[in-house]
């Protein structure tokens, strides 16, 4: 027997992000607190502001909690293997270079199984743009250490604290090659989703490090908190530093992070650096395909 | 749908086995290819390197058997035909990639050029080990098509069936070649681009709002769609629904499994092939596949010779296995022999299909090099004795 407590009012706007998503597959699997879906919200808005093609724009994910992400966006979605989305990419770009290739996934997924493809991926400048979320463990699998787990901080598996080193991404990115690397976190909305506008329009391989609460296994395991204490923590912790040296952006356990565009340069996409080279190697000879062909016209 | 003419060298040739099936892959209209040298197939990676860019095709090397076993898949979903080539330590790498293959549904082509194992084993030397390895390697239930090519020349034939097989069926094909027909060098005739048939991609062409990725037709096979076409599909290596979303329902794990599984068995006569010499009226058969087949043609001579009466049926496809064809012969012969370079694989296949009615006389071999055809002679000898 309720009462209604206000009314409803009826025509309520639709979010305006929802063109962008499989409806039919809500509500997603994310926890309270996560800030997995406050960055797909970027994403989608970035997109919807890049001006390009939906319909050439494919989303690669790999394995955990945020390589659920492909499966909700109303993309050309893969959902592959754990560490794999970026080769996947790879594949699915050259076969067809006028594809706009975004890899969504995890920072275990990337770094530590995905490792070695993510350093040739951007060796080889591959044209893709890869969104890393680092919640700095492995969340889908109850709360692993993962390569980004700070020093300290406790893990499932580290249940005395890690003590291993962890990774540097923006650091590891820049001297492997990436054209445009940025560190935020998702409690800053408007400069991930410039971020993820200006890496869009980039050619080349594009990074963006997204520092990501994972309250249910993270912050409750390290008593930090729930979702609302870790963007707290970002927003009085974090440091903008546009352009900042990659050595100095190590992330400590609860400590300083900081944040910004730090790399953006142009170098010679693995495509069009193909394409390039064979036409003067091989001349008359060189038959590019057909795809790689219309997406050099579309350059020009 | 016939080859299209670009790449087809059409002509004899005097190749090895490698470089047929990298002649067989372009002709079949392979216009990717990721791969990671390994011998003793890196020779199909070196002629695919020099021969793509003059085709269209885009060649990589990518950092490991993993990254090349995924990288095809994009580039299929990215609307090519594709392939990688490995041996031993590769293919067992490639295994997780298989399995997402045969679960996405992703038409692609694996070569296995087999050397002796198991780890490092024999780099450079034959072998028949990764047969069981091609049927089951990957973890779950699926099924894939197997073909073992015993020449060059059906290096040549047999690259371009994997693919029209892989496009028919939308399954991983793998090349079971081995060392010993991958290097040995041979006549190759490379026939018209006219002559040569194509398996096209199974497209579907429907209104756009309607299509669901894995409804399969009628046997079985769903039809694609290419990224990029604005069908906003959903692929994953879940267990997925017919709309390719994800479901983790016993009830969507039984129909799917059983339909990756049946797509293979309702089609499976349509995929067999195997070429058969004097089976009938014959008291023993000599069942082998890819460089065994030749070495047990002396044996066989022999052993007829003296008097014997001893047919040779030889698979071409090796999976799905003839379950029916062998049950049949069982019922008609003394005994099959089955010389394998390994301890047993297809072996124990034929002792299941052929049911304790005929006696099943593997001849081993540890691999590093082929039989000699006196031992697969002694076990046609000693099959009809017991
Ligand atoms: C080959 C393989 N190994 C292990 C797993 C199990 N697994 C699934 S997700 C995952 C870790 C994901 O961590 P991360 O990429 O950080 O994603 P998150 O869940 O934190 O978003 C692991 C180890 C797997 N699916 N496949
Ligand atoms: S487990 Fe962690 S990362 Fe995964 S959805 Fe929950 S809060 Fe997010
Ligand atoms: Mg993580």
Not at chain 2, 129 to 147: C, E, K, P, T, V
Not at chain 2, 281 to 290: E, R
Request: aromatic fraction near 8%; include cysteine.
């Amino acid at each position: 027997m309720s009462e209604e407590l206000f009314e409803v009012e009826e025509g309520i706007p639709p979010n305006p992000v929802e063109e962008f998503l499989r409806m039919d597959r809500m509500p997603h699997i994310w926890c309270p607190g996560c800030g997995i879906g406050t960055t797909v919200n970027c994403f989608v808005r970035a997109l919807d502001s890049s001006g390009l093609d939906l319909d050439k724009v494919a989303v690669v994910s790999g394995i955990g909690c945020t390589g659920r992400v492909a499966g909700y966006l109303r993309l050309d979605s893969f959902h592959t293997t754990h560490g794999r989305a970026i080769p996947f990419a790879t594949g699915l770009k050259l076969a067809n270079p006028e594809l706009k290739v975004i890899v969504y996934s995890g920072d275990g997924d990337l770094t530590a199984i995905g490792g070695n493809h993510f350093i040739h991926a951007a060796r080889r400048n591959v044209d893709m743009t890869v969104i890393l979320l680092n919640n700095g463990i492995y969340g889908m699998t109850g709360g692993q250490v993962a390569p980004t787990t700070p020093i300290s901080a406790i893990a499932s598996t580290a249940p005395y604290g890690n003590f291993e080193e962890n990774f540097n991404l923006p650091y590891m990115a820049e001297s492997c090659g990436a054209v445009y690397v940025a560190r935020w976190t998702s409690f800053h909305v408007r400069h991930v989703t410039k971020s993820i506008k200006e890496a869009l329009a980039k050619k080349g391989f594009s990074f963006i490090e997204i520092v990501n609460p994972c309250p249910t296994l993270y912050s409750r395991r390290n008593k930090i908190g729930d979702g609302l204490d870790q963007m707290i923590y970002y927003r009085d912790n974090s440091e903008i530093r546009n352009g900042a040296d990659t050595k100095t952006v190590g992330m400590d356990f609860q400590g300083k992070i900081v944040v910004g565009k730090f790399v953006d340069r142009e170098r010679p996409t693995y495509d069009s650096a193909m394409m390039k080279y064979y036409q003067k190697k091989l001349g008359e000879d060189f038959v590019p395909s057909e795809e790689m062909r219309n997406s050099i016209h579309a350059e020009n | 749908m016939h080859a299209d003419p670009i790449g087809v060298l059409t002509g004899p040739h005097f190749i090895d086995g490698d470089h047929a099936c990298s002649e067989g892959a372009i002709a079949a209209g392979c216009r990717f290819v990721a791969g990671y040298p390994i011998t003793p197939s890196t020779e199909v990676v070196e002629r695919i390197a020099e021969r793509f860019p003059r085709v269209g095709g885009v060649f990589i090397q990518m950092e490991d058997e993993i990254a090349s076993s995924i990288a095809i898949q994009g580039a299929v979903w990215g609307g090519k035909k594709a392939m990688t080539v490995t041996s031993g330590p590769g293919f067992s790498l490639m295994m997780e990639h298989i399995g997402y293959a045969a679960m996405t549904e992703t038409p692609c082509v694996f070569v296995d050029v087999q050397r002796a194992g198991p780890s490092t084993g024999l780099p450079t030397m034959p072998a028949q080990g990764d047969m069981m390895q091609a049927r089951w390697g990957s973890h779950g239930d699926y099924g894939i098509i197997a073909l073992s090519p015993n020449s060059p020349q059906e290096c040549f034939d047999l690259t371009i069936k994997a693919f029209n097989l892989a496009e028919q069926y939308r399954v991983p094909v793998m090349m079971m070649m081995d060392e010993c027909v991958g290097h040995m060098i041979e006549r190759v005739i490379i026939p018209a681009a006219e002559d040569i048939k194509i398996v096209p991609r199974r497209f579907y062409e429907g209104p756009k709002e309607e299509y669901r990725p894995y409804e399969p037709e009628r046997d079985l096979v769903p039809l694609m769609v290419k990224v990029g076409k604005g069908y906003r599909m959903h692929i994953t290596g879940l267990t997925h629904d017919e709309q390719g979303y994800p479901n983790m329902s016993v009830n969507t794990q039984g129909k799917l499994v059983r339909r990756l599984v049946d797509k293979l068995k309702v089609n499976a006569e349509r995929i067999i092939e195997f070429k058969e010499d004097k089976v009938e009226g014959a008291d023993v058969v000599v069942l082998t596949y890819g460089i065994s087949s030749r070495t047990a043609i002396p044996a066989i001579e022999q052993a007829r010779k003296e008097g014997l009466k001893v047919g040779h049926l030889r698979l071409v496809t090796v999976w799905p296995f003839p379950e029916r064809r062998i049950a049949e012969l069982a019922g008609c012969i003394k005994s099959f022999v089955v010389p394998e370079l390994n301890f047993g694989q297809i072996a124990l296949e034929v002792e299941r299909c052929a049911g304790g009615k005929a006696s099943v006389h593997l001849v081993p071999h540890a691999g590093g090099t082929v039989h000699q055809p006196k031992e697969i002679y002694s076990a046609i000898r000693k099959s009809l004795k017991g």
